[in-house]
Nanobody, 120 residues
Framework: QVQLVESGGGLVQPGGSLRLSCAAS????????MGWYRQAPGKQRELVAA???????NYADSVKGRFTISRDNAKNTVTLQANSLKPEDTAVYYC??????????????WGQGTQVTVSS
């Protein structure tokens, strides 16, 4: 059973920074794309940033220039460095990974979510 475990959320003042980490564990052949999504109260879950196994990245317009996604393929981890945080960044942040099994089957796995609150 593959699990994604997130860490690094919390309360930060506007203009501050947070570093979110996510580690995948279990029986994994490889991981395709990994990403971070967020869901604010009353809103749909939205993509924040994603990164392929080759390192290509994609960001939501609202976070471009402020957030940076990176991954360590050897450790099956993905990290989101969030700088210049704004109150509108407040949400539950979810890690996502497209896992490839040893049987060649690919499926999505989600983390449990970590709360990020930006407030003075």
């Amino acid at each position: 059973q593959v699990q994604l475990v997130e860490s690094g959320g919390g309360l930060v003042q506007p203009g501050g920074s947070l570093r979110l980490s996510c580690a995948a564990s279990g029986t994994i052949f490889s991981i395709n794309a990994m990403g971070w999504y967020r869901q604010a109260p009353g809103k749909q879950r939205e993509l924040v940033a994603a990164i392929t196994s080759g390192g290509s990245t994609n960001y939501a317009d609202s976070v471009k220039g402020r957030f940076t996604i990176s991954r360590d393929n050897a450790k099956n981890t993905v990290t989101l460095q969030a700088n210049s945080l704004k109150p509108e960044d407040t949400a539950v942040y979810y890690c996502n990974a497209n896992i490839v099994s040893f049987g060649g089957y690919a499926y999505d796995r989600w983390g449990q979510g970590t709360q990020v609150t930006v407030s003075s």
